[in-house]
């Protein structure tokens, strides 16, 4: 079982960045693909970004796709989403999580099986 923790929330004005977090722990972190998700009040989760098992894929949603950057550091069990150029209309709960399938060859938006416990981001315009 994979545990998943969040950090790197925070409020921050239109226009500024932000770089979110997601420390992994539980299993071998390198062979899952791994994503990004968010949930604004009101509104359904939606996926923002996705990463493969090797780093060599990624898959952003049009909303976020030339502002926000998907990454991950496989020696240290760490994802990361650097969001520039940010968006009152970024504001939401952002949640990592973890590709179900080892070695997927594909970069995925639906096989998540794991999920953290989520972090606020909020951009003030």
């Known amino acids: 079982q994979v545990q998943l923790v969040e950090s790197g929330g925070s409020l921050v004005q239109a226009g500024g960045s932000l770089r979110l977090s997601c420390a992994a722990s539980g299993r071998t972190f390198s062979i899952y693909g791994m994503g990004w998700f968010r949930q604004a009040p009101g509104k359904e989760r939606e996926f923002v970004a996705a990463i493969s098992w090797s780093g060599g894929r990624t898959h952003y949603a049009d909303s976020v796709k030339g502002r926000f950057t998907i990454f991950r550091d496989n020696a240290k069990n760490t994802v990361y989403l650097q969001m520039n150029s940010l968006k009152p209309e970024d504001t939401a709960v952002y949640y990592c999580?973890?590709?179900?399938?080892?070695?997927?060859?594909?970069?995925?938006?639906?096989?998540?099986?794991?999920w953290g416990q989520g972090i606020q981001v909020t951009v003030s315009s």
């Open positions: 999580a973890a590709d179900s399938l080892p070695y997927r060859t594909t970069v995925t938006k639906t096989g998540f099986g794991s």
